[in-house]
């Protein structure tokens, strides 16, 4: 069961997470307006923000239908002059990452910050991809907190830098930093900027022939980004010891290496970075000192490939690509202590005994198990069937005791891979997708099967939530569903909303199984409230009636 | 002074929610705190592992590394025993005794109350039955902290302010249901023998 949606209710005033820290440090900046999909490790950082927007002159905050959508009407915000908030988790970037990628491009007006939180370990993704190599690749500066203090700042100091340049600004958490809380100290909020309106449009509009030039600009731009990397107080010399070992730690990674600081004979040459493109000039300095360097960064290499092409040969390189620490996983201090040399620590005996895992499953009356239920049961009898699934807290059903999905690859392409499956000539082909991802991007992908009038069968996961980020609202309500399906063509009579009940899994079934039997586009709505969803909702329900009372 | 708190249990059993009444009662004695938590798949009906750390000098990292935990403090007796390896030497487990079974190979209780024993400090809580008779088994993991407490050097008046604070919403029955659960967690805890 997941904890309350609005994780405030556990919050003490410093005591802020990652996610929240970049929240309150935009709200400080004089945050106009905030947009986000749901998506963990992001979604703390815009409930807090939605939590602020409900008091007086508070930013507009609203969730969105997909990163896409969010970021587009970022840029209107910054258009008009005004600061805005885009906050998502690092595949949502992957979403969004035309709006992004261009976004660069035009002259930003308000300061619009991107917050994307990674993934490292895959807590509850599926990938690890690296966020900074998008800002790098975007060409536009990427701040990298080490700790919650300086999500605060670098929150604060990216608008000014995003209207300084008039580039987005890319704040990078990973799930260890978004997800842990130390104490913030804030400052005096700024007011919000005024409304005004580019007084260029001309630098919206990529055309080729102003997207030549307005890239030129961005291109122009660059040296002052890397003189503001240089001087900025995010990338510093920590420690100017001699030794002939230097290191160069990039987000938490500083932490984990102060850690294990007081074990060494002493402290290494040690250059921590926290806000991208690189300082060159601080990393040749540092390296000219040294014959080896360690680099200690969270996700991908991305710093150690980048100087193995701007250090002398001569100097020794050690990190992720030399294979002296793992390419997946999360980083952790156990494995920068062995990265430095240091022995393990003892440990009990007992602690290599084996203990069986408990892998996350369905809560208990969840109404995805009786929809899973009756897809099992409608498949009976076919020779090879598949079943393209998509994320949610019902990708649980890939695992025993349902495996019940075949397929989970990126929201919604549950209904484009079961368009493939079935234009391939397969039969039958179910496609599963919750309300809320359908809505993310399943829609465009049903128009899709709607032209070709594909032979498959849509099972559409209906709780009325976004269930796997703890109950967030979906952008359109359950009953909007329907109608927006039958708006795109599927034929009335293959279109069914059923419910997802125990008592009613039969009736689940042979609804299925006479539309799998239907060479044509079908489509079955499988309608019941998330009970945790509904837990809280009736747990608030209550609440309110007894504040009621006592006012009255 | 350093206290690294493993925190473990099964999702839904209010694993953070234990770690932030201990966090927030420790920041109010003025010591720095890093809590670090688990959301989103990690936390549906699986394990589930957070950590606390408090100390009166700057913390560096949410991790605590392997072999230097001060505790474990578990919600379920199985999930106390996964993280072991990050358990100090001289460390202690503090677990609810009440297995939550939901998983086909689970081990047979006497195996985990084998395991148990051999540690060199453990403290084991009846968490469900305390907090049943203070009131409602949703405040076995208040009951957790209550057995945790005597081990900290926090004062329990802090913590039993933060209690009344934090359910102040939810009504004065039940702040009072889980000033109960901390108190019979509190008299509850007594370690074995070193």
Redesign the interface.
């Known amino acids: 069961?997941?904890?309350p949606a609005n994780t405030l209710?556990?919050r003490?005033e410093?005591?802020l997470?990652g996610d929240e820290a970049v929240a309150q440090g935009a709200i400080d900046a004089g945050l106009s307006a905030a947009y986000a999909y749901p998506g963990?490790?992001a979604?703390?950082s815009f409930e807090y923000l939605l939590a602020h927007a409900k008091t007086e002159d508070g930013p507009k905050a609203a969730w969105c239908a997909n990163e896409k959508t969010a970021y587009e009407q970022a840029l209107g915000v910054s258009m008009v002059g005004r600061r805005v908030l885009v906050v998502m988790k690092h595949v949502g970037l992957n979403v969004a990452a035309d709006p992004f990628i261009n976004s660069a491009i035009v002259s930003i007006h308000g300061g619009l910050v991107l917050l994307v939180a990674d993934d490292p370990g895959m807590?509850?993704s599926q990938n690890e991809q690296d966020s900074r190599v998008y800002a790098d690749f975007a060409r536009v500066i990427c701040l990298e907190p080490a700790n919650q203090q300086e999500a605060y700042d670098m929150a604060r100091e990216a608008f000014d830098l995003s209207e300084r340049f008039e580039i987005p600004v890319v704040i990078r958490l990973v799930t260890?930093?978004a997800?842990?809380?130390?104490?913030v100290e804030t400052r005096p909020p700024r007011a919000q900027n005024p409304l005004d309106k580019t007084p260029d449009p001309d630098s919206w509009i990529l055309l080729p022939a102003t997207a030549r030039k307005l890239w030129r600009k961005l291109l122009d731009v660059q040296p002052e980004l890397e003189s503001y990397s240089e001087s900025c107080p995010f990338n510093r010399l920590e420690s100017a010891s001699p030794g002939s070992v230097g290191v160069i730690t990039t987000g938490?990674a500083?932490?984990?290496y102060?850690?294990?600081l007081p074990d060494l004979p002493a402290p290494l040459p040690h250059l921590h970075i926290g806000a991208y493109p690189l300082p060159l000039a601080k990393i040749r300095a540092l390296a000219a000192t040294v014959n080896t360097l360690l680099v200690l960064e969270e996700g991908y290499p991305l710093l150690e490939r980048r100087l193995r092409g701007i250090l002398p040969i001569a100097t020794e390189i050690r990190g992720k690509e030399s294979g002296l620490l793992p390419l997946d996983g999360e980083l952790?201090?156990?494995h920068v202590?062995q990265a430095l040399g240091l022995p393990?620590?003892?440990?009990?005996a007992?602690?290599?005994?084996p203990?069986?895992?408990?892998?996350?499953?369905?809560?208990k009356g969840c109404p995805h198990k009786d929809s899973f239920d009756a897809l099992k049961l409608a498949l009976t009898g076919y020779e090879c069937s598949i079943v393209n699934a998509d994320i949610g807290?019902y990708?649980?059903g890939a695992l025993p005791p349902y495996q019940a999905i075949e397929s989970c690859v990126c929201m919604g392409a549950a209904i484009g891979m079961a368009k493939g499956a079935a234009d391939a000539g397969l039969h039958p082909v179910v496609s599963v997708i919750g309300d809320s991802t359908f809505l993310h991007s399943g829609v465009t992908g049903l128009m899709d099967a709607v032209a070709a009038d594909t032979d498959m069968t849509l099972l559409i996961l209906d709780n009325g939530t976004v269930g796997?980020?703890?109950g967030q609202e979906t952008v359109l309500p359950s009953s909007q569903i329907e109608p927006l399906i039958l708006g795109l063509g599927v034929a009335p009579e293959h279109c069914h909303v059923l419910q997802a009940h125990p008592r009613k899994v039969e009736e689940l079934a042979a609804a299925l199984r006479a539309e799998m039997e239907h060479h044509g586009l079908s489509v079955v709505i499988a309608v019941r409230e998330c009970i945790e969803h509904a837990r809280m909702r009736t747990s608030q329900e209550r609440?309110r009636r007894?504040e009621k009372r006592i006012e009255g | 002074m350093k206290q690294d708190l493993v925190l473990a249990g099964v999702g839904g059993q209010g694993v953070v929610s234990l770690g932030v009444v201990i966090a927030a009662a420790a920041q109010r004695e003025g010591y720095t705190v890093k809590l670090s938590e688990v959301h989103g798949m990690a936390q549906r009906g699986g394990s589930v592992m957070a950590s606390l750390r408090i100390a009166d000098a700057p913390i560096h990292g949410a991790l605590i590394p392997a072999g230097t935990a001060d505790f474990i403090v578990a919600t379920e007796p199985l999930e106390g025993l996964r993280y072991l390896d990050l358990l100090s030497p001289e460390g202690t487990l503090v677990t609810a005794s009440e297995p939550f079974t939901n998983m086909a190979d689970y081990p047979p209780p006497e195996e985990l109350r084998r395991r148990i024993d051999a540690l060199p400090h453990a403290v084991v809580v009846d968490g469900l039955r305390l907090a049943r008779e203070a009131g409602g088994v949703r405040a076995a993991n208040i009951v957790i902290v209550g057995a945790l407490s005597d081990f900290l050097p926090l004062d329990p008046k802090s913590i039993e302010d933060y209690i009344r604070e934090r359910f102040a919403a939810k009504g004065s029955d039940i702040v009072e249901l889980n000033l109960r659960a901390f108190r019979a967690g509190r008299e509850s805890a007594c370690p074995t023998p070193a």
């Open positions: 069961m997941p904890q209710e556990h003490t410093l005591l997470m963990t490790p979604t703390e807590h509850s260890r930093l997800h842990s809380r130390a104490r938490v500083r932490g984990y102060r850690q294990n952790s201090p156990d202590r393990p620590r003892p440990r009990l007992m602690a290599a005994d203990v069986p895992p408990r892998p996350p499953q369905l809560c807290c990708t649980l796997m980020t703890g609440r007894r």
